[in-house]
């Protein structure tokens, strides 16, 4: 071998500013200080995206960049096509009309929910093709690495004449999208609903902005967050209670992250009844990372809530969000500022405790959302519903979770807990010998099975039955019998042996209610702090304002 | 029990926004258009900060508030005391002062280098209290969640009369500080070392920032990620070598990010060299995750790289940066815009490979940087030396660390690749079998042993004698002896027998140099593109503008 060294080869390192400038100079005619009339917004999409471009289109969890969206459903597929699209939430029919269409063929994303059928049909047909599957803010990640955007359309609420955006309550994923845009030459294309003089406060700089058009209509945004506390049971209260009782209680759980199931709702809705009784109160649920849920508005109100940071916002929240500046995240406006990326790196590193529900559970407690014919992604659940190991720094609730078997080198852990029902409505078990996912994985080809939370990071999980402190257990086989224990007359319940399961009560590795001072009889909606939206109100003192569909008055 | 729900309590939600209020009028006579006379800066944090407050000081890995804490370190006592310090990295000696003086108590931190051995002779004294050491992110995220900055202290290199920020190359931290502090009501202070009408680019909306002040002089940095070609040696280059044969190019690594030693440095010099006689060149290496290491400009000019995005700059880079906007991420006005977070997120999730160096590694391939006496923390080495489990994006190196034994419910794994001679520089052995930080953590009481990188996240270890492919083991004594096989005469590698060696090698769980078609004769300096700091200017075609320490001419 020689030691020759490459010469370096004349190139221009500039190629993808100047082609940036070339683009944004067929445009520049149209605007006027960064302003595009709406009715040129099809015309500029074709002028601004090439064929086979990598274009974030900012559907988030939440807030939809749909008129940009919509706008570029209607663009000549025989100019623009095979883009390959990033984006974290397919979820409005026209973004799968752009695979229909031809103008995308690619797709990276992290949730399809509503549209999951679709995909799945697309992907059939051959019109459609799967980059990854990702949680969010892995797909944040990659747009740093290997999948920058050439061109990202946002959306916020109000632009100045600078381009300076005011994003309002769903600040959610616009900054982190510009800013892996706006710093590698992408094109950053905005909608607005309004443009003003002056902003109520900047949440992204205009010198990250290229171009700004006010939309047909404002946004669209869906109440994702909403639980209306009359459709939670008593089976629920009783799951509620027996998590605050056999979970934050002993564990001391000061910060915590919820998902959006009525398991959890009823759980925020008995802080002030239940939690209250059992002298709780400043002891546990004091720092949370998730959206304004109208059900945690009891708690609030009752002083239980210290703080909570959100990844979006929730419809009809803005103005009671706006009244508890000691509680939420806002800016000198007073408006929520939100960020899904520092939420949810809030909700990985930051908090002990991370619960949610799910569809299936299988005996070694992996679990996921993906059913047959659907595939729906995760959306942020797999990066707070693990344990991160990157994690050094300790808490008591952490601690608690270390094996001393680990000698010297040791470490705590997160507590992931998964909160279900044993049968789901439909009559359906929870728990089942394979998730539908590994069926549903490898139809599509999917290079691993879609499992949302892997076995091996859970916890504990907790049925109407009990709880299954599977972190306490040793080895795999006793990790099993704990699961059966709490999976009632599902498959894998059924396995379950009345000794060993009472062995496993004895020592703390199961839990009835019973065992934590529970009676059933206990377990009653009357328990709920608030047992309508309208109690909601009421509690927030008029200031939350329910979205139409919510109200029963 | 009853189910008397709590009734709301009578209180300001206001509190945390109208003492902001409170002590910003106590200095608004001194401000003008928010800006505050270098002056005046100590009255203005005896009036801004109270005693026990939580601030957040910005030393950040690089760059310094420095101005703010000589500032701090210099108001009485009697005024101010027992501030709470949120600091990622301890870096300057007034950190310090800040402790002896009283002004600070308490202190929760990533990284303290070079004042280590202060902060644990202070701790002995009992005149500092640590909170948590954390990787870096972990401490920003807390700062969302129960550890809000009550003051910010931060720096940036201009502001405007609006008193919008313009971070320059250093970005780092400084938008995710401002943020957990602006959002929550916290006073954020800047540092800026020039006021001007108009700003290259906003990195900070003006809306976040509350003061101003124009340093003494220009904030301090350090040029941490500078490696000088000359203090390379054959050994770098042959485990430099192996690492690309033997790792880089059957797993086909693409996206990376590189620890700081002369190890890794030696990787990015030989790549336009051994790398394009392999023919590698476009095959692995072309996304990375690091700041702008002068050793990378070789790899750079020949074609190489394609992005490279940055948690931080790197001092004489600028120019360099400035003039390859294809592969840096630069703003509008042309310089680098950095992201910690943002980078540390790219480097967790959307990378294939953490590789990086440490100062002790035990039988089971747990390490540490933490040696005797020493309280120096991590930085940002747990975050992405680590198996993200919320992974659930596939990539073709992730997928061939998954485990067929799994079944169905598998996924692979991230590539964590310690790189390490088997002595240190004064003939201590690497391989130890008993980590430093375990004394050190007992004897500072801290919760659990400082570990930086767990054994079970690491699936490979390189050192001179060859790879162990730990990941490829099955069971702890195979992973023992596949450790032991290339740790060569330590304690530990004096275990490794000849004959279980032979086999492993065989079986391909550890390869020797010669396993891979690596002469030890080949590995010499001559391989290096550039041999001194002189050659790699040559290379930037006099663009990089190294400090002066680094000039040999």
Chains 1, 2 share one sequence.
């Not at 992604?377 to 990157?390: E, I, Q, W």
């Not at 990790?479 to 000794?499: F, S």
């Amino acid at each position: 071998m020689t030691s020759v060294t490459e010469q370096p080869v004349p190139r221009s390192w500039t190629t993808l500013r100047d082609e940036k400038a070339r683009r944004l100079a067929a445009v520049s005619p149209w605007l006027e200080d960064g302003i595009l009339p709406k009715e040129r917004i099809v015309d500029a999409l074709q002028a601004l995206i090439h064929p086979g471009d990598r274009v974030a289109l900012e559907g988030d969890n939440q807030k939809q960049a749909d008129f940009l969206s919509r706008s570029l459903a209607q663009v000549d597929p025989e100019i623009v096509s095979g883009i390959h699209l990033l984006i974290s939430s397919i979820s409005r029919p026209e973004h799968l009309t752009l695979f229909e269409r031809g103008i995308a063929r690619k797709v990276d994303f992290s949730f399809a929910g509503p549209q999951s059928l679709r995909v799945a049909q697309l992907l059939e047909d051959g019109l459609l093709e799967i980059g990854s599957i990702y949680t969010y803010v892995e797909l944040y990640a990659r747009m740093f690495v290997d999948l920058t955007p050439r061109v990202a359309l946002l959306c916020a609420e109000k632009a100045d004449r600078h381009g300076n955006l005011y994003t309002g309550a769903n600040t959610e994923d616009t900054p982190t999208i510009a800013e892996a845009a706006a710093f590698r030459h992408g094109i950053v294309i905005v909608q607005v609903n309004e443009i003003v003089d002056t902003l109520p406060r900047v949440d992204i700089p205009g010198s990250w902005v290229d171009v700004v058009v006010q939309a047909d209509r404002p946004f669209a945004v869906e109440p994702l967050f909403t639980r209306d506390p009359r459709h939670i049971g008593d089976l629920q209260v009783l799951t509620a209670m027996m998590v605050i009782r056999g979970i934050y209680e002993p564990y001391g759980i000061t910060s915590l992250n919820h998902g959006i199931g009525f398991d959890t709702a009823a759980i925020e809705l008995i802080l002030p009844t239940y939690g209250a009784e059992l002298g709780l109160k400043g002891k546990i649920c004091r720092n949370w990372t998730l959206n304004p849920h109208p059900t945690l508005i009891p708690a609030i109100e009752s002083g239980w809530v210290d703080s909570v940071h959100c990844f979006g916002s929730e419809v009809g929240m803005e103005a009671y969000v706006a009244a508890r500046p000691d509680v939420f995240f806002t800016g000198s406006d007073g408006s929520l500022r939100s960020n899904r990326v520092l939420c949810q790196l809030a909700g990985q590193y930051g908090v002990d405790l991370f619960i949610g529900s799910t569809l299936q559970i299988d005996a070694d407690a992996n679990s996921s959302t993906v059913t047959r014919g659907r595939l729906a992604g995760f959306g942020g659940a797999p990066n707070m519903g693990h344990d991160p190991r990157g994690r050094r720094h300790a808490s008591e609730a952490w601690l608690k979770l270390m094996k001393a078997a680990d000698g010297p080198v040791s470490r705590g852990s997160k507590l992931v807990v998964q909160l279900v029902e044993t049968y789901k409505k439909g009559g359906e078990p929870t728990f089942v010998d394979e998730l539908d996912a590994i069926a549903v994985g490898s139809k599509s080809a999917m290079p691993i099975a879609p499992v949302m939370i892997y076995g091996d990071d859970v916890s504990h999980v907790v049925t109407e039955e009990g709880i299954a402190h599977l972190h306490k257990a040793e080895g795999i086989e006793e990790r099993r019998a704990a699961l059966a224990a709490v999976a009632g007359v599902t498959p894998i319940g059924l396995r379950a042996k009345p000794e060993r399961t009472a062995e496993l009560r004895r020592r703390g590795i199961v839990a009835y209610p019973e065992d934590l001072g529970i009676r059933r009889a206990q377990a009653k909606r009357a328990l709920l702090a608030a047992r309508s939206i309208d109690d909601l109100v009421a509690w927030s003192g008029g200031l939350y304002a329910p979205p139409a569909r919510f109200r029963s008055w």
